[in-house]
């Protein structure tokens, strides 16, 4: 429980001092290349952390089954061998 304390700790500090040093430096560049500049962050940073974390394995797993095949219903439980 502590960590989940922690996180969320964290979570409210980076929101306190990053949105406010987001909306300063995304006042001058035009709005599409702010759009596209977010939507590429929003794209890769969840990737970074996926291949940097160390429950990455399993869930790299779960993602590439459920790309695989994305119809399946049981792409993301765990195959029985």
Known sequence: MPRAG????????GL???GPARAMTTLRPPQRH???GALAALT???LIALALSSTGHRTRIVA???A???VRDDA???AHH
């Open 76 to 78: 993301c439980t765990p």
């Open 44 to 46: 890769l940073l969840p």
């Open 64 to 66: 590439q089954r459920a």
């Open 68 to 70: 695989a095949d994305p």
């Open 34 to 36: 702010t759009l596209i």
């Open 6 to 13: 922690l996180l969320i700790t964290t979570f409210a500090v």
């Open 16 to 18: 306190i001092v990053g």
